[in-house]
């Protein structure tokens, strides 16, 4: 009993940070100029390496942040020296170069946490603003996808439910979930929350409905997904 009471509290703290972090960015969503996800444009000699490495050929299904933890290097630095723009998504057969010196710096260590944190898309629907974009002066912290009146929101990934808001400033409805490894993520301006605080959700699981609460009057999912408390850009994470 006191084992599961300790675990409350650390997940009651853990969102009381987030909700803190998202009250300080804010959430101003408009109808942007991305009409659609935009793809990669870089050919396979986009990329010209100054040192030794290998080529990895994406495969079905995967995703930078999977292609990472296979070479156990950081998900940033590879994202950087490959030069993927944050608007951008890895695409089936596209040569991401593996260099020695990242694979064998050993900053990043493979932890059994990481290979149980896999992540699918919150909902179907267009990609309208993206990650890090300016938005009325404010940085984005996530992604926001467009998405009809009441559609079904996933959970991305298996956690516990530690934040639900039903108006959240700038947000309106809200929902916050924390992963194993030390990941969280957000999905706001709901129709109508689906799970309460304390509440166990499993990957895929439906949490909520798609709205238009918050400061917002399209129908779309803001999604952010956070490690450690940082802001992510969930395209690296999202197959």
Not at 178 to 183: D, E, V
Not at 192 to 218: C, E, M
Request: proline share 4%; net charge positive; aromatic share 8%.
């Amino acid at each position: 009993m006191q084992l599961r009471e300790d675990k409350m509290i650390k997940l009651t703290r853990i969102s009381i940070i987030v909700v803190c972090l998202l009250n300080l960015t804010g959430c101003t969503t408009t109808r942007t100029q991305i009409a659609s996800l935009p793809k990669n444009t870089f050919p396979p000699t986009a990329i010209t390496p100054s040192e030794p490495g290998s080529y990895h050929y994406v495969r079905k299904g995967e995703t930078l942040w999977r292609i990472s933890r296979s070479y156990c290097i950081d998900l940033h630095e590879l994202a950087a020296y490959n030069k993927l723009s944050e608007a951008c998504k890895i695409e089936v057969g596209q040569k991401i170069f593996i260099p020695d010196s990242l694979s064998t710096k050993g900053n990043y260590k493979k932890t059994s946490n990481d290979n149980k944190t896999d992540f699918i898309w919150p909902c179907k629907g267009v990609v309208l603003t993206c990650f890090n974009q300016l938005k009325q002066n404010v940085r984005n912290q996530g992604i926001d996808i467009s998405t009809r009146s009441g559609a079904t929101v996933r959970a991305a990934a298996s956690g516990n439910v530690v934040f639900t808001s039903e108006n959240m400033r700038g947000y309106g409805k809200a929902i916050i979930v924390h992963h194993s490894g030390n990941f969280m993520t957000v999905y706001t301006n709901n129709q109508k929350n689906l799970v309460k605080s304390g509440d166990y959700v499993t990957q895929g699981q439906t949490i909520a409905s798609a709205g238009s609460t918050g400061r917002t009057n399209d129908n779309i999912v803001h999604f952010e997904l956070r490690k450690n408390n940082r802001p992510q850009n969930p395209l690296l994470y999202l197959p």
